[in-house]
């Protein structure tokens, strides 16, 4: 079965969502310009900066292809992407670059359409993803990326079904480096308040419906600075509300019969470990109460989730790293090794 796009030269949106990012938005807004891409509109939406991004902006305004919208009032982020997709926005397909990251695969809008037309039913075409930090110094693979590099990124395509059950590994396929059906995302409704994972959850949803393409080709660089909103975040509520995003796939294919209930049942549990390993620990060091509200949480929620955590050495063998501090230097040290095995 064939994509629904029209793919002669169908409109693509980049959408770039902003709120005071005057510093950092016209690298964004630049490697946008960059795409070599004919058929391209550049979505601009800034949620009422207080900043220069105006100013930075206008620079950019003699492009055709630019279309700059400012909001009267800060609207929030998610209705502000929901905005600008669904209203601001026209083409068939879109993806998105947020202010202060960047992409460096000028070609990447142009592949992306030509695996929409080539292989069967895809959904979503993904690039592989960089970080790097405030100053662009360091540059690391998206994590996901070490362990398919050699399978789902060398493939055509990828089934949904096979990426779904890759999952947490495959876990980064999210708005950055991503391409997608306008249509689908209209239809899904993925802006969820109170879900800040919303690009993963409406990755889950739409991988059971289609294929993947994964782009081995170095796309989009995610800028790790102190203003990164999951930076900010330090009430363990946001965290335990964001559990929606896997719930809410989990029900999905519970309804659609995905597949069988037993092996969902086994995915919804490796999902929750993985989440509850990492945000228990983030504040197994910070907050005694915030800790122990996030195994209560996870005992009463996902008894089965929380004995496997419980009973994993991993889990406090971490917990050990957290107390000795020695986890800040493990970390150091693996992502210096992998930088000196890359060189």
Known sequence: MQSNINLLKPLVSIIITSFNRGHLIEKAIQSAIDQDYENLEIIISDNCSQDNTNDIVEKFLDDPRIHFFQNEENIGMLKNFEHSSFTLASGELISFVSSDDFLINPSFISDAVKAFDSYPNIGIVHACNLATDSLGNTLMQDSSYIFYQNTFYKADYVSGREVFNSFPKCHSISFGGSVFKREDLKQIKPFIEGIHSFDVCLSL??????????????????????????????????????????????????????????????WKNRMYVNYFFKISLAFFSTSEEQYTACIDFLKKNNPNAYRQLIFSPKFHFYKLLKVSKLISLLVSFVSKLKNWLRV
């Open 205 to 266: 949803q739409l991988i059971q419906k289609y294929n993947v393409c994964f782009m081995d080709k170095n796309t989009y660089v995610v800028r790790r600075h102190g203003e990164n909103y999951t930076s900010t975040i330090d009430d363990v509520d946001i965290y335990l509300n964001n559990v929606r995003y896997i719930d809410i796939p989990f029900d999905r294919a519970i309804l659609n019969q995905f597949d069988s209930e037993k092996k969902l049942i086994q």
